[in-house]
C-alpha cells in the first residue's frame, strides 16, 4: 500500500434499514448512470472517526437516529482516476483513505432531508439491497464498495434483528 499520507482521510457510512436494505443516495448535478452511493466525507483534523461518520450522516441526509453495527478495521484506499479534476486533486491528494461504519436507522423517514445542511449532496435517495451498491457506484470507487459489501452483508441481518456488534 501507498503511504497513507498522500490519501485523504475520510469516513463512510451504510444505513441499514429494519428490513436489511441500505440508504443509497443520487449525487446531485451528477449524470448517470453511475451516481448514486452511500454518505461519506472527510475527517476534520483531530475529529473521532465515528463522529466524524455521524456529521457526515447528518449533513448528507439530516439523519440523527442510528445505532451502530460496526466498522471496517484499517484504512481502506482508492487512488483518484489520472481524469479527475476536483478540488481535492488540487490540494495534493492522491486519493481517498476511508473507514466505514455500518448503522441501523431507527427514526421515521421523515428524519431524512436532503436539505437539512445548506447545500444538498443528493437529490434522491432510495432503500436497496446491500450487493447493489458496486453497480452504481463510480467505477474508481467499485473495489471499496466491493470490500464494504462482504464486510457488512452480515448487518443486513443483525439490522433486522436489532443487533449490533463490531467486525
Do not use: C
Not at 53 to 59: D, F, Q, T
Not at 70 to 93: N, Q, V
Request: net charge negative.
Amino acid at each position: 500500500m501507498s503511504d497513507l499520507s498522500a490519501y485523504r482521510p475520510n469516513v463512510g457510512v451504510v444505513l441499514f434499514h429494519a428490513d436489511g436494505r441500505v440508504w443509497l443516495g443520487r449525487r446531485a448535478a451528477t449524470p448517470g448512470p453511475y451516481n448514486w452511493q452511500f454518505p461519506q466525507g472527510g475527517v476534520d483534523n483531530g475529529e473521532d472517526l465515528e463522529v466524524a461518520a455521524l456529521r457526515e450522516l447528518a449533513e448528507e441526509t439530516g439523519v440523527r437516529t442510528t445505532a451502530l453495527l460496526g466498522r471496517t478495521e484499517g484504512w481502506l484506499t482508492y487512488d483518484f482516476p489520472p481524469e479527475h479534476t476536483g478540488s481535492k486533486i488540487a490540494r495534493g491528494w492522491k486519493g481517498q483513505r476511508q473507514v466505514w461504519f455500518a448503522l441501523r436507522f431507527e427514526g421515521q423517514e421523515d428524519e431524512i432531508d436532503l436539505e437539512a445542511y445548506g447545500h444538498p449532496e443528493f437529490d434522491a435517495w432510495r432503500w436497496a439491497d446491500l450487493d447493489e451498491a458496486p453497480g452504481l457506484v463510480v467505477p474508481f470507487k467499485k473495489p471499496i464498495y466491493e470490500a464494504v459489501v462482504a464486510a457488512f452483508t452480515p448487518h443486513a441481518a443483525s439490522a433486522r434483528a436489532g443487533r449490533s456488534g463490531l467486525l
